[in-house]
């Protein structure tokens, strides 16, 4: 069954989720936001616009949403060498252009009431000729989520990351730390200090799901074992994400828009 299409902000709905480097959880974190999403009803894709290195992470993406995309559309920009995207274009003797992957996803977030876009590596990560992950989103005026490990260093990480978003006019909705097998002594603190030197950007801690979530199946299995604290950390992204529409995008109409999503649009007292 096809989920039902529900009304999204003028960008056709699209969340990009970047990272603080290579490693951050970007893909599981798109996952769980996809099944999440999807489980409720909400008409959600994600796509991963640019690999190298392997399939394995747009698979998982292919199998949560039952396939509806063909891997030509869901992972237009792939290649072999697991390096940055730009150097392994360059391998290939293959040159993207910024309009090229933003047409790409635009063409995507058609068929959808919500498309989540992971990015590759980190947010100033080259993409392509000229381009990186920033330039992409201001393409494409869509909402971000920034996924970080929770671990030692992450303040500074985030933090870089947040404030580059910020300058270049596209500031992230919400933070989403992503939670390790054996958290460090920093774990403690480390949403605290990013909410409280970010100015208010909301910090979810997404809990340890395992090593082996590499599958739909397994996925699934993993975000039930979860319980409700995984569903209270999905949805604090989403909320986060949610009032960051109504705040800076759309006014109230962008409220009632993000209202419509579950979970996304219910007031959160304002830090600023």
């Known amino acids: 069954m096809k989920g039902r299409r529900l009304a999204g902000p003028e960008t056709a709905g699209i969340l990009f989720v970047t990272g603080t480097g290579t490693g951050a959880g970007k893909t599981v974190l798109t996952a769980l936001l996809l099944d999440h999403l999807r489980r ?3 008409a959600a894709l994600a796509m991963k616009p640019f690999s190298a290195g392997g399939l394995g992470d747009a698979l998982l993406f292919s199998g949560l949403q039952a396939g509806e995309l063909p891997l030509d559309e869901l992972n237009p920009f792939r290649f072999a060498s697991p390096v940055a995207p ?3 274009a360059r391998a290939e003797g293959v040159r993207v252009a910024l ?5 790409c996803v635009s063409r995507v977030a058609r068929r959808c ?3 989540l876009v992971e990015g590759a590596g980190g947010l100033l990560s080259p993409l392509g000729e000229g381009f990186t992950a920033v330039e992409m989103i201001r393409s494409l005026e869509c909402g971000v989520v920034v996924a970080a490990r929770d671990e030692l260093g992450v303040v500074n990480q985030a933090l870089l990351t947040l404030r580059h978003l910020e ?3 596209r500031p992230a909705g919400a933070v989403a730390l992503m939670g390790k097998a054996r958290p460090d002594d920093s774990a403690a603190q480390n949403a605290v200090l990013i909410e409280e030197w970010s100015r208010g950007v909301p910090v979810a801690r997404v809990p340890w799901i395992g090593r082996n979530c590499r599958s739909a199946a397994a996925l699934g299995a993993a975000a039930a074992r979860g319980g409700g604290a995984l569903e209270r950390a999905i949805e604090a ?3 986060g994400c949610g009032d960051h529409w109504t705040r800076s995008v759309n006014g109230v109409a962008g409220a009632r828009r993000a209202g419509s999503i579950p979970g996304w649009g219910k007031p959160r007292p304002e830090k600023y």
């Open 237 to 239: 992204v989403l909320q």
């Open 86 to 88: 730009l150097a392994a």
């Open 40 to 42: 409720r009803g909400v």
């Open 167 to 169: 300058t270049a006019g």
């Open 113 to 115: 009431a919500w498309l």
């Open 99 to 103: 309009a090229d992957a933003v047409g």
